[in-house]
């Protein structure tokens, strides 16, 4: 397989010192907005990385659902490979890709649980066949086969039929992110990409151009 000849050519924007936010949540608001307005699905999607106990990373695809008081919040379930890799090494590396617009963020941070509390307040806006799926899966354990999870999944419907209320697992629910940097990359013509690193001191956000 050969990818050598494919090539793009950036000329989407830019990303100049001079029309910059101060706080990078703004920043950030500000291009997810511009992206979101596009409504390609999952404009809300962003990578995250964490690392096991032996030190190898992973990567997946989860569904940011909330910035709010310098956090960025997602929800999983905390017995998955995710949840335990976060629960034993509380740090994270998450990208958004926006690929029509040329652009990428990058942010790294701590993570802490959130309140039970807020995760039974967002499991219940969930659609219902959603809270059934969350409710019978035991993520990333393994299982016989597909027609196994099936009989999980209609067991549990038939314990809560549409229209009752779903009960939240209880290993079940939402991290933060809280960012100590924010990576912000704009495709530019030549590879002269824009690089702007926003990176906390103190109670403080500092800014730096890096060469692309």
């Known amino acids: 397989m050969d990818l050598h000849n494919i090539r793009e050519s950036y000329k989407f924007d830019s990303l100049l010192e001079s029309n910059l ?6 920043q950030f608001q500000l291009w997810y907005k511009s992206y979101a307005e596009l409504r390609i699905k999952d404009s809300n999607a962003m990578a995250i990385a964490t690392v096991d106990s032996k030190g190898f990373p ?4 989860v569904l940011l659902k909330a910035v709010e008081n310098d956090e960025l919040i997602f929800f999983t379930n905390y017995g998955s490979a ?9 740090v994270v590396s998450a990208l958004f890709f926006w690929r029509e617009q ?59 039929p549409e229209g009752s209320t779903v009960p939240m697992p209880e290993n ?9 940097s924010f990576e912000f ?28």
């Open 172 to 180: 079940w629910g939402g991290f933060a992110i809280q960012p100590v």
């Open 58 to 61: 992973s990567n997946r695809i």
């Open 102 to 160: 040329e652009r990428q963020v990058r942010i790294q941070g701590k993570v802490i649980r959130i309140s039970k509390d807020k995760s039974k307040a967002y499991f219940a806006t969930r659609p219902y066949l959603s809270q059934i799926g969350a409710a019978a899966s035991d993520q990333s354990q393994p299982i016989m086969n597909r027609a196994a999870l099936e009989t999980k999944f209609f067991e549990y419907q038939n314990e809560y």
């Open 82 to 90: 995710k949840g335990q890799d976060l629960l034993n090494n509380p």
């Open 185 to 212: 990359w704009q495709g530019r013509e030549g590879r002269l990409h824009d690089r702007i690193v926003y990176t906390l001191q103190g109670d403080k956000w500092t800014t730096r151009r890096l060469q692309p």
């Open 21 to 26: 936010e101060s706080n990078p949540f703004d």
